[in-house]
């Protein structure tokens, strides 16, 4: 094993998109910023020195930081944030994990920009277990905004209005043609026929759950959030605000240029955003005056093909890669997700937009969780988030328009270590029903159920995938539906769960659970580092 170190500088640039120029938190001025390879077994240093006047922070989105929260990176969480003109060096192993991740900024809205791609090799004498491909390509979905980020934040948290539908989305930070001014901000891969490919695909959008397609080709899925899965084809994938798919792709078509492209999946009652951004499946040898054409993509509101989409995800289960799924359940855990409305003087109408788990709007606090769990600091969480919520109702009945208010808090959930825990997501019909990704950091989990309409503690365990559930960091409660999942807390920190649509977060759609240290000495929290940032 080795270490590998990168330098992250963290600094302002200008760069035009769509006929405009505007300065951009980027690392080391590009945009996404450098992707991190390393082999299953390394270590990794990243040293992030922060030259701009935002307050940041880096999160390696999947990194499971075995005992090592320091590492972990969302600001107020795990660390304070790291100010302008200091630098803090992220130290961790890649320890058990291989495949496709991702990182990104995790403070406000600045991930809009800051992120990048995580690329984990397998051990060497561990080959992947498909074909090995002739060559492998990363594709990294984001969106872009005219405005100022932080200008599209302070609209939906400090005035109260929705924010700002982004202007473009893109892949490898580029539009693609069909947008203005954007022919050569178009991203190409180049490909020889007969040949296969792997594509290691992350949604790094803020708010948008997206549809990926390459016109006359079909995607096989092998890989998700870096765990292996049962292959199989399919001629468009779907992926999450969070989520990493790996596809093979076999470049057997006649030889020309073909539209990779991504649009979103919206089945929520909000204005429908059509656009799509493209990018090129280019034969070797085929002149660019040769056009391209598009792939059929499922519909913006293709409930459909997303629910049977995801029930084909499968983990591999081999005894190599073993789906080890929690088969008792000492922690029943139940969350209602819920959007709301709370008073707000300073806001154009009075109110604010908020969100809520068991209609606990989450507080953020003033110094890392992380730092006050370690060195016992009172006042600063409470742990007695509740296992339910405070009443019962017919979740995804009629919209509930009514006492929308919420209670706020910074109150998280306790876990004793080693327990096996079962949370069930429930997305309700409080204003509106909607599609929500959660993530939970330092850790996988098993989704051994989902379902629409309300969960029946009754009946639905009993259809449960306790075999092969996909096994994944970040998954989608379906629009209207629930969503169960399983680990063992076997990693002691505190660790964020939350929602990846960077709206409903800043809306207070988050909480955190506070694992706790085992009896052993190697079961506990390691020391903080040496330059951990202060608040
Ligand atoms: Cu990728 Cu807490 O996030």
């Known amino acids: 094993a080795a270490t590998k170190f990168y330098q992250f500088n963290i600094q302002v640039n200008n760069v035009s998109r769509l006929c405009h120029a505007k300065p951009i938190v980027t690392v080391n001025g590009r945009f996404p910023g450098p992707t991190v390879y390393a082999r299953e077994g390394d270590s990794v240093q990243i040293n992030v020195t922060n030259h701009a006047q935002y307050n940041i922070s880096i999160h390696w989105h999947g990194l499971k930081q075995f005992r090592n929260g320091w590492a972990d990176g969302p600001a107020y969480?795990?660390?304070?944030?790291?100010?302008?003109?200091?630098?803090?060096?992220y130290s961790f192993n890649v320890t058990g994990q291989r495949g496709t991740l991702w990182w990104h900024a995790h403070i406000l809205w600045l991930r809009a920009t800051v992120y990048g791609a995580i690329v984990i090799m397998p051990k060497p004498g561990t080959p992947y277990p498909f074909p090995r491909p002739?060559?492998?390509?990363?594709?990294?979905?984001?969106?872009?905004?005219?405005?100022?980020?932080?200008?599209?934040?302070?609209?939906?948290?400090?005035?109260?209005?929705?924010?700002?539908?982004?202007?473009?989305?893109t892949i490898n930070g580029k539009p693609g043609p069909l947008f203005p001014c954007s022919e050569k901000h178009t991203f190409a891969m180049e490909v020889e026929q007969g040949k296969t490919y792997l594509l290691r695909i992350i949604n790094?959008?803020?708010?948008?759950?997206?549809?990926?397609?390459?016109?006359?080709h079909n995607l096989t899925v092998v890989e998700i959030d870096a765990v292996y899965t049962k292959p199989f084809m399919t001629s468009a994938i779907l992926i999450a605000p969070g989520q990493t798919t790996n596809v093979l792709v076999h470049a057997n078509q006649m030889p020309g240029r073909y539209f990779m492209a991504v649009r979103p999946f919206i089945d929520a009652p909000i204005p429908i955003d059509n656009k799509t951004?493209?990018?090129?499946?280019?034969?070797?040898?085929?002149?660019?005056?040769?056009?391209?054409?598009?792939?059929?993509?499922?519909?913006?509101?293709?409930?459909?093909?997303?629910?049977?989409?995801?029930?084909?995800?499968?983990?591999?289960?081999?005894?190599?890669?073993?789906?080890?799924?929690?088969?008792?359940?000492?922690?029943?855990?139940?969350?209602?997700?819920?959007?709301?409305?709370?008073?707000?003087?300073?806001?154009?109408?009075?109110?604010?937009?908020?969100?809520?788990?068991?209609?606990?709007?989450?507080?953020?606090?003033?110094?890392g969780l992380l730092e006050a769990h370690y060195f016992n600091t009172k006042g600063v969480f409470r742990t007695d988030f509740p296992d339910k919520p405070p009443t019962p109702f017919n979740y995804?009945?009629?919209?509930?328009?009514?006492?929308?208010?919420?209670?706020?808090?910074?109150?998280?959930?306790?876990l004793a270590f080693n327990s096996t825990v079962e949370l069930v997501i429930q997305d309700t019909n409080l204003l509106t029903v909607e599609s929500h990704p959660f993530h939970l950091h330092g850790y996988n989990f098993f989704v051994v159920g989902t379902g629409i309409g309300n969960f029946d503690p009754n009946k639905d365990?009993?259809?449960?995938?306790?075999?092969?559930?996909?096994?994944?960091?970040?998954?989608?409660?379906?629009?209207?539906?629930?969503?169960?999942?399983?680990?063992?807390?076997?990693?002691?920190?505190?660790?964020?769960?939350?929602?990846?649509?960077?709206?409903?977060?800043?809306?207070?759609?988050?909480?955190?659970?506070?694992?706790?240290?085992g009896k052993q000495a190697d079961q506990t929290v390691l020391p903080p580092p040496k330059d951990l940032p202060q608040c």
């Open 396 to 414: 995804t009945g009629a919209p509930l328009t009514a006492n929308l208010g919420t209670t706020k808090g910074t109150r998280l959930v306790k």
């Open 77 to 89: 969480i795990t660390q304070c944030p790291i100010q302008s003109g200091s630098s803090y060096m």
């Open 277 to 367: 951004a493209t990018s090129i499946f280019q034969y070797k040898g085929i002149p660019n005056s040769v056009l391209p054409t598009l792939p059929h993509l499922p519909s913006p509101n293709d409930t459909t093909f997303a629910l049977s989409y995801n029930r084909k995800l499968k983990s591999l289960n081999t005894p190599t890669f073993p789906a080890i799924v929690p088969l008792k359940v000492d922690r029943n855990l139940f969350f209602t997700v819920g959007l709301g409305m709370n008073p707000c003087p300073s806001c154009v109408n009075g109110t604010r937009l908020t969100a809520s788990l068991n209609n606990i709007t989450f507080v953020m606090p003033e110094i």
């Open 461 to 517: 365990p009993a259809k449960y995938n306790l075999i092969d559930p996909p096994e994944r960091n970040t998954v989608g409660v379906p629009t209207g539906g629930w969503t169960a999942i399983r680990f063992t807390a076997n990693n002691p920190g505190v660790w964020f769960f939350h929602c990846h649509l960077e709206l409903h977060t800043g809306w207070g759609l988050k909480t955190a659970f506070v694992v706790e240290n």
């Open 134 to 169: 002739a060559s492998e390509e990363t594709l990294v979905f984001g969106e872009w905004w005219h405005a100022d980020v932080e200008e599209v934040v302070k609209q939906g948290n400090s005035l109260g209005l929705p924010p700002n539908m982004s202007d473009a989305h």
């Open 204 to 216: 790094a959008a803020l708010n948008d759950e997206l549809f990926f397609a390459i016109a006359g």
